[in-house]
Nanobody
Framework: QVQLLESGGGLVQAGDSLRLSCAAS????????MAWFRQAPGKEREFVAA??????YYADFVRGRFTISRDNAKNSVYLQMNSLKPEDTAIYYC???????????????????WGQGTQVTVSS
């Protein structure tokens, strides 16, 4: 079993930056495909970023502002968010999918584990 815990969210102003962290217990991060999702109130969960098949997938709304990274030694995954906009306001979740999905679109993967999320609020 794997447990995921997000942190690093908060209240910031438009244009500011945040670095979200996802710490995993149990299996190592390197054994899973780790992805970031977000969900705003009243809206569906949407994909943000994940690596797969030697490339990194990002949602269109990222526009080069976000970067996903990992540190296998620390069993953690990160999401660096720059130039934040009010529309980025949401709860951000990390999720883990089996490496069997490697090479496929992260949007089509079955995620076995989810964190409880960290709130990001961006004011204008």
């Amino acid at each position: 079993q794997v447990q995921l815990l997000e942190s690093g969210g908060g209240l910031v102003q438009a244009g500011d930056s945040l670095r979200l962290s996802c710490a995993a217990s149990g299996r190592t991060v390197g054994s899973y495909i780790m992805a970031w999702f977000r969900q705003a109130p009243g809206k569906e969960r949407e994909f943000v970023a994940a690596p797969s098949g030697g490339r990194t997938y990002y949602a269109d709304f990222v526009r080069g502002r976000f970067t996903i990274s990992r540190d296998n030694a620390k069993n953690s995954v990160y999401l660096q968010m720059n130039s934040l906009k009010p529309e980025d306001t949401a709860i951000y979740y990390c999720a883990a999918a089996s490496s069997a999905f490697w090479g496929t679109n992260p949007r089509d993967m079955k995620y076995d584990y989810w964190g409880q999320g960290t709130q990001v609020t961006v004011s204008s």
